[in-house]
T-cell receptor, first 114, second 112 residues
Framework: ETGVTQTPRHLVMGMTNKKSLKCEQH?????MYWYKQSAKKPLELMFV???????ENNSVPSRFSPECPNSSHLFLHLHTLQPEDSALYLC?????????????FGPGTRLTVT | AQSVTQLDSHVSVSEGTPVLLRCNYS??????LFWYVQHPNKGLQLLLK??????LVKGINGFEAEFKKSETSFHLTKPSAHMSDAAEYFC??????????FGEGTRLFVKA
């Protein structure tokens, strides 16, 4: 185990539903990330939080809404998703060591939008 | 801009034979480079990292990678493949800070 947990592991939701993904890290890191992993595409960085402040938002549609209440917890709120949003959503955390951001990943949430 | 190219989408080896997964990078200055492995239905696990110290980097599970600036390469190798090595491998470049650029991945198949 990497010290990063994600719940739920699997989620099926309709396009009109609202759901949330949760990530928790037990490593004492200060930065947390959301990635989207779709079949046959490179990992896409969605959001980065550093000390609870959002530092990166890679043009993610507003139907994805992140929340970082503290350095250990990260949420991704989902609403009115599209079928193409079906993917594996990965959370990661990191702690800077001399400028090197080595990331530790959770197991992911497999999301299916019907 | 920094990017990585993983030269093979699939690699197939027999158990006990060497593994070579190729990665080229582009960078305007000295980058940090990583290799991650992802087993089915699992998250990514760090195998090794290059951070401008030794050019030959040793990682977990017998993997190693050599940073070659002249060739802009960071290939991943292992002397002898094991069935448990079957997974997807990602080469990653980081310019520093929180940005990371992942390669498209190389799926490694290991035949008995």
């Amino acid at each position: 185990e990497t010290g990063v947990t994600q719940t739920p592991r699997h989620l099926v939701m309709g396009m009109t539903n609202k759901k949330s993904l949760k990530c928790e890290q037990h490593l004492g890191h200060n930065a947390m990330y959301w990635y989207k992993q779709s079949a046959k595409k490179p990992l896409e960085l969605m959001f980065v939080y550093n000390f609870k402040e959002q530092t990166e938002n890679n043009s993610v549609p507003s139907r994805f809404s992140p929340e970082c209440p503290n350095s250990s917890h990260l949420f991704l709120h989902l609403h009115t998703l599209q079928p193409e949003d079906s993917a594996l959503y990965l959370c990661a955390s990191s702690q800077e060591w001399t400028g090197i951001y080595e990331q530790y990943f959770g197991p992911g949430t497999r999301l299916t939008v019907t | 801009a920094q990017s990585v190219t993983q030269l093979d989408s699939h690699v197939s080896v027999s158990e006990g034979t060497p593994v070579l997964l190729r990665c080229n990078y582009s960078s305007s200055y000295s980058p940090s480079l990583f290799w991650y492995v992802q087993h089915p239905n699992k998250g990514l696990q760090l195998l090794l990292k290059y951070t401008s110290a030794a050019t030959l980097v040793k990682g977990i599970n017998g993997f190693e990678a050599e940073f070659k600036k002249s060739e802009t390469s960071f290939h991943l190798t292992k002397p002898s493949a094991h069935m448990s090595d079957a997974a997807e491998y990602f080469c990653v470049v980081s310019p520093g800070g929180f940005k990371t650029n992942f390669g498209e991945g190389t799926r490694l198949f290991v035949k008995a």
